[in-house]
């Protein structure tokens, strides 16, 4: 889901994307979720569990060059979250287990916030979107009351602040740009159906294969102002 809601607006059926997942969510995660305590519950019937929920991951702002969250996919997609951790809550509490809140402990610290405890899209791919040290030491915090009687606030326990990972060098991510082959035809077909003019498409793509850095960049600084047309219709 995440990967399709962070590609251009005009190749992207992000909503959809997030529908099925609600789909999901409400008619098939209750009776998994219930399945895996009732396990954890007949392996472990003396153990104390903590069921953590999910952050939210976005700011409202989306400052990668990779990608082309809009702020409605984003504010989408931190409702979405904020129903899965109901449905988590719901589910584990039922089960008998302790549910740890953890928003509002990484409020001020999603993906582009100054101290994030969340990774943006980041190489390798699999840690995109996941905590990072910081976030994880949140974490920590965050369940030890539950399991261990620490009160140790997560602000205290996350003493390594994060800062932003430097980004990928900008002809690195032109080149990972370049491989969601904005200019091909089918990719141009949806972007003149989206009301962009194909030959903008191509001028910003092409940039992205130029020799000097100040052109790269202005190629992807392009893309990103197509993609926030295409977000105000």
Known sequence: ?????????WISDCDGEIDDALVVLRTELPGRLDEVYGAIDDRAPDATVAVAGYPYLFNGRDCSWLTFFSRGEMARLNDGTAELDEMIADRSTASGFTYVEVRDDFAGHAVCDTQPWINNLSFPIDESF????PGNQAYAAAVAPALVGSTMPAAQMATQQATPAPPPDVREQARAVL?????????????????L????????????RSGDERVVRAGLAQLQALDARVEQG
């Open 197 to 208: 003019r194909p030959g903008e498409v191509r001028s910003a793509v092409a940039k992205l």
């Open 1 to 9: 889901m995440l990967t399709e809601c962070a590609l251009p607006g």
């Open 130 to 133: 996941h905590p990072n040290r």
């Open 179 to 195: 491989e969601l082959r904005l200019d091909s035809r089918a990719h141009l077909r949806q972007a003149k159906k989206a009301g």
